[in-house]
């Protein structure tokens, strides 16, 4: 049911990008209980003047490394999943890539269920 979209400036490999959409799906299956096999991935590259970020907002300094994750998924999570959510792919981003945390950008967008189609021109989750 999730549709992530992960944004980054160009020049990484792709063993990186990879890396970043295999943790969050982890996070999702793990901390937020979507089921196995559900993986919708977009990572797109940017040249630096096409991602705009503030370096500074909210006292958190952010570098060159900035990633964008947003993540469409139905509504019903807690907020403290959420922030399991965040934090799970915070850390393992920063264990696995030495991406630092204060570049780990990520936004939930809760839609509800019959916004979905998975194909067919059928809204599978519409009661």
Known sequence: ?????????QGKPAIYRKTIGDVVYDAMVKVINVPQDDRFQVISEHPAEGFVFDANYLGIQRSKDCIFVQVFLNQGRTIEMKKVFYKFIADE????????????????VEVPK????FGNGIAQYAG
């Open 114 to 117: 019959e916004n979905w189609s």
């Open 93 to 108: 981003l920063n264990a696995r890539l030495g991406l630092r945390k204060e570049d780990v950008f990520i936004t939930l």
């Open 1 to 9: 049911m999730p549709l992530v979209r992960i944004d980054l400036i």
